[in-house]
């Protein structure tokens, strides 16, 4: 049976925590990557999270995969990745297909804003 947005949505959001600005910090802190999976020209328009790396969603699997030649190896499977996107819903799909793969500790900020709005610093483009 073909699945609906709404229905990937409520399952990623099922098994990728969302976290603060503040509990993400304390996990960078520790090692972890903050991942930015928007698409480039987002990017170029709004600048991003300081210190954030940035693997576009449509390449992560590609990216996340430790057998292929492709891989990066930034994704580790030993460090906490926080995830944002442009409002949160990209990350959460994001961090779903990352726990599929075998990341267990991914979680999801939302969005940029949410970032900033947590008291986040933000790089211009």
Not at 30 to 41: E, H, I, K, P, W
Request: with cysteine; net charge negative; hydrophobic share 40%.
């Amino acid at each position: 049976m073909p699945l609906t947005v709404k229905e990937m949505m409520e399952a990623a959001n099922a098994v990728v925590e969302r976290i603060d600005t503040d509990a993400a910090k304390g996990m960078l802190g520790q090692g972890g990557l903050l991942l930015d999976v928007r698409d480039a020209d987002e990017l170029q328009k709004s600048g991003r999270a300081a210190g954030a790396y940035h693997i576009p969603r449509g390449m992560l699997e590609f990216r996340a995969d430790d057998s292929l030649q492709s891989h990066d190896p930034e994704l580790r499977k030993d460090r906490p990745i926080v995830l944002y996107c442009g409002g949160g819903g990209r990350a959460a799909l994001a961090g779903k297909l990352l726990k599929d793969m075998g990341y267990d500790r991914v979680y999801n900020v939302g969005g940029l804003a949410d970032w900033a709005n947590g008291g986040g610093e933000i790089t211009t483009p």
